[in-house]
């Protein structure tokens, strides 16, 4: 199934009295550009958490927002420098006598100088924490690609509308396109009559002339190519697979083949559904920048 590039999943898993909560948000890219944020206490996991988002993930600009709670009871252990601490106060004392200062060190800023007392958190065991974060990242992943998915059904049965009314635009340009040489076959024999009078005009030049003006305006190979382009894109939105840059490639083959067409018209009629043929591929086009 065709999906969406933009989404929002959310998970919260506890396991191991940790509390881990993933939450993504993504929106259109032309590749798969992660910004993983998350605190200290899981940043030697970053490499884990991309790899196992683009299992899920192919394409988009996704913003990762991960939290992390320890509500194990504090591990953290309380460090003394008894040496450091006594060259603090030798110094100090050095400094009182030298300037004449009162020394009225008190232990309280003793103990406040920096690495005289130092916190010591014990490490978690990283694969641990990998089992307990990877369960919150595939869940909302999973919620991710079920809100892709969501939306990929609302661009299909759009998109489909669409090429749905191109196939029209293209049956009127091809049912109209033979009377155009009619019409101008009609027009210059009735001025080369017109002119002549009772005069016999030369049959064959009014058909060389009718002959190169109908392979000038011909447009039965673009018609070919827009109708395989057509049954092509719609094909490819019924795929289960990544197919966003090739629908954008066939989008552009379509502009390409509605550019010659209107090249090539003398026609009002089919000049004027050139014009709306173009401006519905535009549309295409930017439906299909939203698929992954």
């Known amino acids: 199934m065709v999906r969406s590039m933009t989404g929002f999943g959310r998970a919260e ?27 200290r206490a899981l940043a030697c996991l970053e490499g884990n958490v991309r790899a196992e988002i683009k299992k899920y993930l192919s394409r988009g600009k996704v913003d990762v927002f ?28 050095e ?7 009162e020394n009225d060190l008190r232990a309280v800023r003793l103990a406040s100088f920096p690495d005289v007392l130092e ?6 065991d990283e694969e641990e924490l990998w089992a307990g974060l990877k369960k919150a990242v ?4 999973e919620k991710m690609v079920e809100a892709r998915s969501a939306e990929g059904e609302n661009l299909v049965k759009d998109l489909t509308a669409k090429l749905d009314n191109l196939l029209t635009i293209v049956d009127f340009i091809q049912e109209r396109s033979p009377k155009i040489v009619e019409e101008y076959r009609e027009k210059i024999y009735a ?25 000038k305006v011909c447009v039965d190979e ?16 019924s795929l289960d697979s990544d197919v966003g840059r090739k629908l954008d490639f066939i989008a552009q083959e379509m502009n390409r083949e509605a550019n010659t067409t209107l090249s090539k018209t003398t026609d009002l009629e089919i000049s004027n559904k050139g014009i709306e ?16």
């Open 138 to 141: 595939d869940a909302a992943c």
């Open 95 to 101: 400094i009182s006598g030298e300037f004449g200062l």
């Open 277 to 292: 043929l173009k401006t519905e591929i535009e549309k295409i086009r930017e439906q299909i920048q939203n698929i992954e």
């Open 222 to 237: 673009e018609i070919v190519r827009l109708r395989s382009h057509i049954e092509t894109m719609k094909k490819d939105l």
């Open 191 to 215: 001025r080369v009559k017109e002119i002549l009078g009772d005069q016999t005009p030369d049959e064959g030049r009014l058909l060389t002339e009718v002959t190169v003006f109908a392979d």
């Open 13 to 39: 898993v506890v396991e191991n009295n940790r509390r881990y909560t993933v939450e993504l948000k993504s929106v259109n890219h032309r590749y798969l550009d992660l910004s993983v944020k998350s605190p």
């Open 66 to 93: 991960i939290s992390y709670e320890n509500m194990d009871e504090s591990t953290a252990e309380l460090k003394y420098n008894r040496e450091l601490a006594s060259k603090y106060v030798g110094f100090v004392k």
């Open 119 to 124: 916190v010591i958190e014990e490490q978690d």
